[in-house]
């Protein structure tokens, strides 16, 4: 192979890891608990106002730790929670999992 054709492939190869990499390391978002809205009603289903409800979440794979939010129910017992997402490179979802495998007592993936 010739000097010139080498020096290509080297080109190639070098531009391929480094998108590869980029790929790899680049963070981005993931939905871990979608919107949702619900209302708290009594026994009769009469709405309670007022009421503290709190949201917990964590996507086990990828965070060390959770998440709260308490929030109150208006006069007709609605409330509503945004989407919670969480930002990681693919690299760390990977390495992530392959730990929460290993933990078979713990918990894994999204949970709300």
Known sequence: MSKRKEKKWLKT?????????????????????????LRVVDETGKPIPNVVVREQWRNHAVEFHGHN???TTNNEGYISFPRRTVRAPILFRVLGRAVVAFNVHGES???A
């Open 13 to 37: 190869g070098v531009v391929i890891a480094a998108l590869l990499v980029v790929f790899l390391v680049y963070p981005f978002d993931t939905t871990v608990v979608p919107e949702w809205k």
């Open 69 to 71: 939010e308490d929030r």
């Open 109 to 111: 993936g999204s949970r």
